[in-house]
C-alpha cells in the first residue's frame, strides 16, 4: 500500500514539490498582474484594432483572456504583412515575443488543460533496496506500448533504470535505461530479449516533468521512443541475432519499477537504480499510433488492449518509498505554441506553458460597438446582481476584467443570483452593456475546470441555472439588443457554442447506474449519455424533445449502422451530447446571418424572396476518450408555420459551419447533407457528419396559376399521388420485362419496327425501375446524385426512342428516300445518342445545380429542369404531327375501302367505320409516341389532372404489353409457331410421322400475307410465278370488323405502302 506520511525534513523532496507546483504559481501571480497594474496598450489601424497586453501569460490563459474581452488571439499574420506589422507593433514600443494563433487551427475548438492528481511514486536516493512491482498478470507480448509521466533527478549522472521486466527463461526481456549525458539531456535505451538499443538522447535534465513513451513489434524487430508528444527515435532490428524470427515478449513475467533485475524479481544493484519520480505508468499490447499517444501525454487513457493502468491498488511498494498525491497540469492538444519575434518578424515556437505577452484583435466595428455599449451603460444588472451576491460577479466593464478562475460553488451562487434577477424582470429588456456582461460571466463557467473533491452533485444544478440563463437572454424582447452587439458577439451562435462547453462539464456525472443527463428548461434542452458499444444488440440513439405544439417532437439520431461502425473500429464506450433550441429570438437573428454559396438561392425558376431559419436548432457530438467522432446523423424538425401567401417554400437542411467566415462566427452550410423526406410540416434530414443543425426555409414567389393547386394538395394528397405512382410503375416495369422477353424468345421476325420497339421497352423499363427505388437514395447525396443523373438518361432515352418510333411510322407514311441499314443507323444515334449528350452537356455547365433538395430528380428551381422538359416537348410536338398525319391517311383508306367494298351500305355505317379508322390508330400509337405526356401540361390547374397524368403514364408500359404483346398478330403468331413446331416435334416419335408432314396445309407467308401452298408443292419448279401482289385481307366484313393491316392502295406506278409499323389484332 502508498504511504501517506510525507518527510517534510527532506530538502530533495521539497524541491521536487516547490518544482512541479511553480508552474501554477507563477500563472496566478501573472494573472493577478494583469488584472491589477498593466493597462493594455491600444493599436488602431484603418480597419483592425489591437490590444497589447503587457502581462506575461501562458497560451492557454492568454486565448481565454481574448475570448473573454469578446476579442481573438492574434493570428498569424501573412508573409506579406509580417514586416509592416512588425513595424507598427516597434513604433508603439512593442519587442520581444508575443503569443500567436494559428491559421489552420480550429476555430470554435478551445485548447484547454486539466488537472490531473495522481499517486506519484518517489525515489529519493540510488539504492538496492527501493522498488515498485507491477501486480499484474502480462500475457505474450507480440507488441507493446509503456507510457509513464517522469521528474529525472538531476544530480544523478549514472546509468538508471526505470523498469524492468524479467521472465523465467531470460532476464532481460524488456527493459528502459537512461543517464544524463555532459550535455545536459536524458538519454534512453531500450532493451529486449537481450537486444540493446544506442542511448538517444529525448529530454533535456531540467528537472521538469516530462511525458514518455516506448514501443516495440515482434514484426522486424521495429522500436520507437516518444518524449513529450514527439518521436525522438525509432529503428528496427532489436530482435535475436540473425532474421528476425517472429517472437514475442514472453508472458507470466516481473515487471519491477526503479530498478534492474539480476534475478527473477531481485538482487538489484544500487548504482543501476532510478531517482527521481515517476507516475502514470500504462502499458499496451500493441503499438498505439501517435494520435492515441498525443491523448495520453495529455491524461486521457486509452482503454482498448490495456494491460496495466496506473492503480495504487496495483502495486506493491517498498516500504521506504514515498507516494505522495500531486496535481499534474497536463498539457493541451499540443506541445508548443506559435511565437512572433517582433524585432526579427520572424516565427517560433515556444513551450505553451511558458508564460508571454500577447494581443488581443478586434475588428474596428465590432470593438467601437464595443466601446459604444460601455459608454451608454447604466450598469442596471450588474448593480443590481452584485449587491445580491455582496462581491463583483459582473464586473462595470467588459474591458477591466482579467481572466478568473472560478470555482464550482462560486460559479453556482453567481448563476443563482444572475437568473433570479432576470427571472424577476427587474431589468426587462437588456442593455447592450449588460447581455456583454451576462455572455462574459457565462464564458467564465463554461471554463470551469472541475476538481477531485468537488461535490459533482452541484455540477446538475450549474447546468440546470446554465440553461435558464440562457434562456432567458434569448426571450423575444432581447432580439433588438442581440442585433446592437451581433458585431461583437460575432452572431448568436455564440450561445451554443457556450452551451455545447457547459455540457461537456455535466459529463463526470455519468456513471455505470447514471448513463444519461437531461436538462430542459423552458426553450432549450440539453443531454449527455454514455454509450456502451458491447452490446449485443445495438439499435438507433435518438435525442427526442417535446416542441410546444403538442404530439409533435424533434429528434436527432445516429443511425445503427453508425453504432456498427464504430464497435467494428475497436471502440467499446462513447459519450453522446445533444442540445436544441426552440424556436426564438437565436433564429431571428440567424436568419440575417450569411449563407454560404451551396444554400443560396438558385438561379432562374420561381423568383426568389429570401432564406429564413423555421425551426428549432438541434445539435448531436460523439465523443470517445473525450475526442470527437465523426459519424453520420438523421434528424427531424418540425416547421414553425409561415404565413406569406402566394409563396413556395423549399426546405434546406443545414448546419452552421464555425470555420466559414470567422470573423462573422460562421455561416450556414449544406455540405454532406440532404432531405431525406419533406411534409408541409417537418423536415427529415441526412448528414454525414455531427455539428448543429437546423431547416432553412427558402420562400419564392408563385405565380397565380400555380398557387390555387399547391394549396390545394395536402400530404395526404401527396401520399396517395406518390403511391399511386409507386405501384403503377412497378405494374409497368413487370408488363415491359414481359413484354421484352417475348420478342427475345418467340422468335418474333427481326425488323426495324421490332428492334425500334425493344429499344424503347429496355429505356422505359430502366427509368420506371430507377424511379421506384430513387426515394431510397436521398439519404446518401452522392447516390441520389448518381441516380438522378441515370433518370435523366433513361427517361430521354426512352423519349428519344418514342421519337424515333415517329420517325418510322413517318417512313411509312411518306417516302423516304434511305436504306434500311442507314436508317438503323440514324435511329441508334436519336435514341441513345442524343440523350448521353444532353444529359453530359447539363452536367458540365451545372454541376452544383443539377439534384433537386428534396427528391432524387432534376431541379425545378432552376432552369436545369428544361434539359428534360424542353426536348420531351419537342418530341411530342413531333410526334403529335405524325399522329395526325396517320390518322388522316387511315380515315382516307377507311373511305375509299368503304366506297368500293360497300358501296350501298347506311351513312350510320360509314361514320361508324370511319370514327373507328380513327380511333384506333389513336388508341395503338398513344403508348410508344409518348403522348400521355401531355397531360403534364394541365397538372397544375387541378388535383384531378395529377391523377389522370399518373396513371397513364405510370401505366404506360402495361398498355405496351396489352397492344403489342397480348393483341400483337406478330406475337400471337410466333407463339403459334412454337405450339405447331412443338406438336410436330412430338410427332416425330409417333409410328406416323409420315402422314402429318405430308398432309396438305395452307400456310400464311409473314411476309406477304399471302396463302402458300402446301410443302410437297413448294418445291422448286421451272414454273415462272409472278411476283405476289399485296392485298387487303379481312376476317369477316368490313363493317363489322377492321383489317389486319391497314393498306393504301396507290398508283401502278407507285407501289402500294402498307402501315405495318404497328400491327394488332383483336380489335
Known amino acids: 500500500m502508498f504511504r501517506r506520511d510525507l518527510r517534510h525534513d527532506s530538502c530533495f523532496f521539497s524541491f521536487l514539490v516547490s518544482l512541479s507546483r511553480s508552474l501554477l504559481a507563477f500563472a496566478t501571480l501573472a494573472k493577478n498582474q494583469t488584472s491589477k497594474g498593466f493597462a493594455p496598450v491600444t493599436i488602431e489601424t484603418p480597419g483592425h484594432t489591437y490590444e497589447y497586453v503587457g502581462a506575461a501569460l501562458d497560451w492557454w490563459q492568454a486565448d481565454r483572456y481574448c475570448e473573454q474581452h469578446f476579442a481573438q488571439l492574434l493570428l498569424e499574420p501573412q508573409d506579406s504583412e509580417r514586416g509592416s506589422f512588425s513595424k507598427l507593433l516597434q513604433s508603439h514600443h512593442i519587442r520581444g515575443s508575443v503569443w500567436l494563433k494559428e491559421r489552420d487551427s480550429v476555430l470554435h475548438k478551445t485548447k484547454r488543460r486539466r488537472g490531473h492528481t495522481v499517486p506519484v511514486l518517489v525515489f529519493r536516493d540510488k539504492t538496492d533496496t527501493k522498488y515498485v512491482k507491477v501486480l499484474s498478470d502480462f500475457p505474450a507480448l507480440p507488441a507493446v506500448t509503456a507510457c509513464a509521466h517522469l521528474q529525472w533527478d538531476t544530480r544523478s549522472q549514472e546509468i538508471a533504470t526505470i523498469f524492468s521486466y524479467a521472465v523465467p527463461a531470460f532476464i532481460n526481456e524488456f527493459q528502459l535505461r537512461g543517464f544524463v549525458d555532459e550535455e545536459g539531456f536524458v538519454r534512453f535505451a531500450l532493451i529486449v530479449h537481450g537486444h540493446h538499443s544506442p542511448y538517444l538522447p529525448v529530454f533535456r535534465a531540467d528537472g521538469q516533468w516530462h511525458h514518455f513513451c516506448v514501443t516495440w513489434q515482434q514484426d522486424n524487430g521495429t522500436w520507437a521512443i516518444y518524449a513529450d508528444g514527439k518521436r525522438r527515435a525509432a529503428a528496427s532490428g532489436l530482435c535475436s541475432v540473425g532474421p528476425c524470427a517472429p517472437q514475442a515478449i514472453s508472458g507470466q513475467g516481473t515487471f519491477i519499477i526503479g530498478q534492474d533485475q539480476d534475478s527473477l524479481g531481485g538482487t538489484f544493484r544500487a548504482k543501476e537504480s532510478f531517482s527521481g519520480n515517476i507516475t502514470d505508468l500504462h502499458i499496451w499490447h500493441k503499438v498505439l499510433s501517435t494520435e492515441h499517444i498525443e491523448k495520453v501525454r495529455s491524461c486521457w487513457v486509452v482503454e482498448q488492449d490495456l494491460v496495466f493502468g496506473w492503480s495504487s491498488n496495483a502495486l506493491e511498494v517498498e516500504s521506504t518509498i514515498q507516494a505522495v498525491a500531486l496535481q499534474l497540469l497536463c498539457p493541451g492538444p499540443v506541445e508548443e505554441c506559435r511565437v512572433l519575434e517582433v524585432g526579427s518578424s520572424g516565427f517560433s515556437y515556444a513551450s505553451c506553458l511558458q508564460p508571454l505577452p500577447f494581443i488581443c484583435h478586434y475588428s474596428k466595428d465590432a470593438y467601437w460597438q464595443l466601446k459604444r455599449a460601455q459608454l451608454e ?359 415491359l420485362m414481359v413484354t421484352f422477353i417475348l420478342f427475345l424468345v418467340v422468335g418474333v421476325p427481326k425488323s426495324e419496327r421490332t428492334t425500334v420497339h425493344k429499344n424503347l421497352i429496355l429505356a422505359l423499363a430502366a427509368g420506371e425501375a430507377l424511379l421506384m427505388v430513387s426515394e431510397l437514395a436521398k439519404p446518401n447525396q452522392v447516390l441520389c446524385f448518381m441516380v438522378t443523373a441515370f433518370l435523366h438518361l433513361f427517361f430521354m432515352a426512352a423519349f428519344s426512342w418514342m421519337l424515333v418510333e415517329g420517325l418510322l411510322l413517318w417512313s411509312k407514311v411518306v417516302a423516304v428516300n434511305m436504306s434500311e441499314g442507314r436508317r438503323m443507323k440514324f435511329y441508334y444515334v436519336t435514341g441513345w445518342g442524343l440523350p448521353v449528350l444532353i444529359v453530359g452537356v447539363t452536367l458540365a455547365s451545372s454541376f452544383n445545380k443539377y439534384v433537386a433538395a428534396n427528391h432524387c430528380w432534376l431541379n425545378v428551381q432552376t432552369n436545369v429542369i ?121 410427332f416425330t416419335n409417333c409410328s406416323h410421322p409420315i402422314n402429318y408432314l405430308s398432309s396438305p396445309r395452307n400456310t400464311t407467308s409473314w411476309d406477304t400475307g399471302r396463302l402458300s401452298p402446301a410443302p410437297e408443292t413448294a418445291l422448286p419448279s421451272p414454273v415462272h410465278r409472278d411476283p405476289p401482289v399485296k392485298s387487303i385481307t379481312s376476317r369477316g366484313n368490313f363493317g363489322a370488323r377492321i383489317p389486319m393491316g391497314i393498306s393504301s392502295i396507290m398508283s401502278p406506278e407507285r407501289p402500294a405502302v402498307e402501315l405495318t409499323a404497328f400491327k394488332c389484332s383483336g380489335f
Open 377 to 735: 451603460s447604466s450598469h442596471s444588472l450588474a448593480s443590481r446582481v452584485n449587491t445580491l451576491a455582496v462581491r463583483t460577479v459582473i464586473p462595470d466593464s467588459v474591458f477591466t476584467s482579467g481572466v478568473q478562475d472560478m470555482n464550482l460553488s462560486v460559479a453556482l451562487d453567481a448563476l443563482d443570483i444572475l437568473a433570479s434577477v432576470l427571472r424577476e424582470g427587474e431589468v426587462p429588456v437588456l442593455e447592450p452593456s449588460d447581455l456583454l456582461a451576462v455572455l462574459q460571466l457565462l464564458k467564465q463557467v463554461s471554463d470551469l475546470e472541475i476538481q477531485e473533491g468537488d461535490e459533482l452533485e452541484m455540477l446538475e444544478q450549474l447546468g440546470q441555472y446554465y440553461m435558464e440563463v440562457a434562456e432567458l437572454i434569448l426571450e423575444e424582447q432581447n432580439t433588438g439588443t442581440w442585433s446592437l452587439i451581433s458585431q461583437v458577439i460575432r452572431g448568436p451562435m455564440a450561445v451554443v457554442e457556450l452551451c455545447d462547453r457547459m455540457v461537456s462539464l455535466l459529463v463526470p456525472l455519468l456513471t455505470t447506474e447514471r448513463t444519461k443527463i437531461t436538462i430542459q428548461h423552458g426553450n432549450i434542452g440539453m443531454e449527455v449519455r454514455e454509450l456502451e458499444l458491447s452490446e449485443q444488440q445495438l439499435s438507433d440513439e435518438a435525442y427526442m424533445v417535446q416542441t410546444p405544439d403538442k404530439g409533435r417532437h424533434d429528434f436527432i439520431e445516429v443511425p445503427v449502422e453508425e453504432m456498427q461502425r464504430l464497435k467494428s473500429r475497436g471502440l467499446h464506450r462513447v459519450t453522446v451530447k445533444n442540445m436544441w433550441f426552440g424556436y426564438g429570438s437565436l433564429q431571428r437573428c440567424l436568419s440575417s446571418s450569411a449563407v454560404a454559396q451551396d444554400t443560396a438561392a438558385p438561379d432562374g425558376g420561381q423568383k426568389y424572396l429570401g432564406t429564413s431559419v423555421g425551426t428549432a436548432v438541434i445539435s448531436a457530438t460523439l465523443l470517445s476518450d473525450q475526442q470527437e467522432i465523426s459519424t453520420a446523423v438523421r434528424y427531424r424538425l418540425q416547421h414553425r408555420a409561415q404565413d406569406l401567401p402566394n409563396t413556395l417554400v423549399g426546405p434546406v437542411c443545414a448546419f452552421w459551419n464555425f470555420s466559414l467566415s470567422p470573423d462573422a462566427g460562421g455561416m450556414w452550410s449544406t455540405a454532406g447533407c440532404s432531405v431525406a423526406k419533406s411534409l408541409p410540416d417537418s423536415t427529415a434530414c441526412f448528414c454525414n457528419h455531427t455539428t448543429n443543425f437546423a431547416i432553412l426555409l427558402q420562400v419564392y414567389e408563385m405565380e397565380s396559376s400555380v398557387v390555387s393547386c399547391v394549396e390545394q394538395r395536402t400530404s395526404k394528397e401527396e401520399f396517395t399521388l406518390q403511391t399511386l405512382t409507386f405501384i403503377g410503375c412497378g405494374v409497368s416495369f413487370c408488363a
Open 866 to 986: 428544361w434539359a428534360f422538359v424542353g426536348p420531351v416537348l419537342l418530341i411530342l410536338a413531333v410526334n403529335s404531327l405524325v399522329l395526325l398525319r396517320v390518322v388522316t391517311v387511315t380515315v382516307a383508306s377507311a373511305r375509299r375501302r368503304s366506297k368500293m367494298l360497300t358501296p350501298n351500305s347506311s351513312l350510320e355505317s360509314q361514320i361508324g367505320t370511319q370514327l373507328w379508322a380513327t380511333a384506333k390508330p389513336v388508341l395503338v400509337l398513344l403508348p410508344v409516341l409518348g403522348l400521355t405526356w401531355l397531360c403534364g401540361l394541365l397538372v397544375h390547374l387541378s388535383i384531378v389532372w395529377a391523377y389522370v397524368f399518373i396513371v397513364l403514364n405510370s401505366l404506360q408500359g402495361l398498355y405496351i404489353f396489352l397492344v403489342y404483346a397480348v393483341y400483337n398478330s406478330e406475337v400471337r403468331n410466333a407463339i403459334q409457331r412454337m405450339k405447331d413446331k412443338k406438336k410436330a416435334l412430338s
